[in-house]
C-alpha cells in the first residue's frame, strides 16, 4: 500500500494537556508507536497561529500519523496559546513569541514527567522562533528548523545556540517566502556546527507529498537514523 497524504498508520493516540507556569491549560495529542516504547520525542512547535498555524498543520499532523509506526518516533503536537485546531482552543492570547516561552517550557516539562527519551524541537517557521529563543534547555537532544525566517529570533538567538552547542539543523526551501538558501547559510554561519540544508522546488508551507517526505526523511535521519529512510509503501492491513 503505497503512503499517501491521507495515510495514517497505527500508533497509540491519546489526547494531552499542558500547564504551564503562567497558569494556562494547552491543548495537544501524543502519538507514540503502537506496540515499542519510542527511541526519540519529537516536540512540535507550529507556525503562526495569526496566519492559521496550529498543531494540526500538515507536516506536523502527516509525522503524527506516520513516524511512529515507520520510525518508532513519539511525536508530540500543541497548540500554543490563544490557538485552535480540531483538538479544541488552547487558552491564553498570541503573545508574539514572548509569552510562548512558558508554552515551550510546559512541552519539555511534560516530555520529562512522561519518560519521554530524547527530546527534538521541531520548528517551522514561527515555531522556528520559539525553538531559537526558548529551546535552549539541558533536556532537549537538537532542534530542526523548517523554513526559519529569522525575524523575531535572529543573531543574538544565533549566537546563543551556538554556545549551546547542540545540533541544529535548517531545512530552507529554495522558493521560501522569507529566507532562501543562500541568505540562510550566512545568517546561519553564526552557528559553526549548524547544518543548512536548501531543499529544491519547495517552498514555505511545503505543499505537496513530495516535499513533505524531504522534510520527514531530514528528521528521521537525524533522530533514527535506523529508520532512514522512510518506506514509500507498507503492507496492506
Known amino acids: 500500500m503505497e503512503i499517501r497524504a491521507s495515510t495514517v498508520l497505527p500508533a497509540r493516540r491519546e489526547p494531552i494537556e499542558l500547564h504551564t507556569a503562567d497558569g494556562l491549560t494547552l491543548v495537544g495529542e501524543l502519538a507514540l508507536p503502537a506496540e515499542r516504547p519510542p527511541v526519540a520525542t519529537l516536540v512540535c512547535l ?24 515507520l520510525a518508532d518516533l513519539a511525536v508530540l503536537r500543541f497548540n ?32 520529562e514527567f512522561h519518560d519521554l527519551p530524547r527530546p527534538w524541537l521541531v520548528g517551522w517557521s514561527f515555531g522556528t522562533e520559539l525553538a531559537l529563543k526558548w529551546g535552549r534547555d539541558p533536556l532537549v537532544e537538537g532542534a530542526i528548523l523548517l523554513s526559519p525566517p529569522l525575524r523575531r529570533a535572529g543573531d543574538a538567538e544565533l549566537t546563543a545556540w551556538a554556545e549551546f552547542g547542540k545540533p541544529l539543523i535548517a531545512l530552507v526551501p529554495e522558493h521560501d517566502d522569507y529566507l532562501q538558501p543562500p541568505e540562510a547559510a550566512k545568517r546561519f554561519a553564526l552557528v559553526p556546527h549548524a547544518e543548512v540544508i536548501g531543499v529544491e522546488g519547495a517552498k514555505h508551507l511545503w505543499v505537496g507529498e513530495p516535499s513533505v517526505r524531504v522534510v520527514l526523511n531530514e528528521i528521521v535521519k537525524r533522530v533514527n537514523p535506523a529508520a532512514y529512510p522512510l518506506p514509500t509503501e507498507v503492507p496492506e492491513p
Open 80 to 111: 500554543t496559546r490563544g490557538t485552535s485546531s480540531e483538538r479544541g482552543t488552547s487558552q491564553g492570547a498570541f503573545d508574539g513569541g514572548e509569552g510562548e516561552r512558558y508554552d515551550v517550557a510546559a512541552a519539555l516539562e511534560y516530555a
Open 46 to 69: 507550529h507556525p503562526l497561529p495569526t496566519h492559521g498555524g496550529m498543531m494540526d498543520s500538515h507536516v506536523y499532523r502527516k509525522a503524527a500519523y506516520r513516524l511512529p509506526a
